[in-house]
T-cell receptor, first 113, second 114 residues
Framework: DGGITQSPKYLFRKEGQNVTLSCEQNLNHDAMYWYRQDPGQGLRLIYYSQIVNDFQKGDIAEGYSVSREKKESFPLTVTSAQKNPTAFYLC????????????FGPGTRLLVL | QQQVKQSPQSLIVQKGGISIINCAYENTAFDYFPWYQQFPGKGPALLIAIRPDVSEKKEGRFTISFNKSAKQFSLHIMDSQPGDSATYFCAASMLGGATNKLIFGTGTLLAVQP
């Protein structure tokens, strides 16, 4: 089956700790995205990548980092600099640019201990 | 100018009724307007999308109405069913925009009562 997988489903972070969220797609899509979802605020773009080895900051990139070494993988690291990391994180992909349909993964819920 | 304003925040509709969710935008450069449906604990899924060259698009019980002059678009769910209970997001993007991204509304939580 083609789709987007995110792991883990739940992730707990301690103060001062970096954590990495996994996102893998087997749709052969060029573009991938990371969004943060908070109650009442919709989806906000953290980072996006339109091609391997290239990525751009979204609206709320501070405290986050990404890499795009492989077409199918776009991991997100939540660094200790992100002071309010508790949220639902969604990864998405599309064939090419943003105006193509974006397909979302099931999400990772990050909680701070 | 980059915002998409969505209302209402929540909506309760009886089974068989019509659910209406509205969105408004300021940036006239937006030229793609999708709606996403999200069930609890899941990622959003594209429901229906419209471009500004048409005023209405219908797919089954779901219809997008688009008013270019008013810079508004809305989602109508006809014959609403309990299975339609979800959060709905409108979004907008522009071709060739510097940001090259989807701008999402804040979402509407729809509850369809049996």
């Amino acid at each position: 089956d083609g789709g987007i997988t995110q792991s883990p489903k739940y992730l707990f972070r301690k103060e001062g700790q970096n954590v990495t969220l996994s996102c893998e797609q087997n749709l052969n899509h060029d573009a991938m995205y990371w969004y943060r979802q908070d109650p009442g605020q919709g989806l906000r773009l953290i980072y996006y990548s339109q091609i391997v080895n290239d990525f751009q900051k979204g609206d709320i990139a501070e405290g986050y980092s990404v890499s795009r070494e492989k077409k199918e993988s776009f991991p997100l690291t939540v660094t200790s600099a992100q002071k309010n990391p508790t949220a639902f994180y969604l990864c998405a992909s599309s064939i090419t640019g943003v105006r193509e349909t974006q397909y979302f993964g099931p999400g990772t819920r990050l909680l701070v201990l | 100018q980059q915002q998409v304003k969505q209302s209402p925040q929540s909506l309760i509709v009886q089974k068989g009724g019509i659910s209406i969710i509205n969105c408004a935008y300021e940036n006239t450069a937006f030229d793609y307007f999708p709606w996403y449906q999200q069930f609890p604990g899941k990622g959003p899924a594209l429901l229906i999308a419209i471009r500004p060259d048409v005023s209405e698009k219908k797919e089954g019980r779901f219809t997008i109405s688009f008013n270019k002059s008013a810079k508004q678009f809305s989602l109508h769910i006809m014959d609403s069913q309990p299975g339609d209970s979800a959060t709905y997001f409108c979004a907008a993007s522009m071709l060739g925009g510097a940001t090259n991204k989807l701008i999402f509304g804040t979402g509407t939580l729809l509850a369809v009562q049996p």
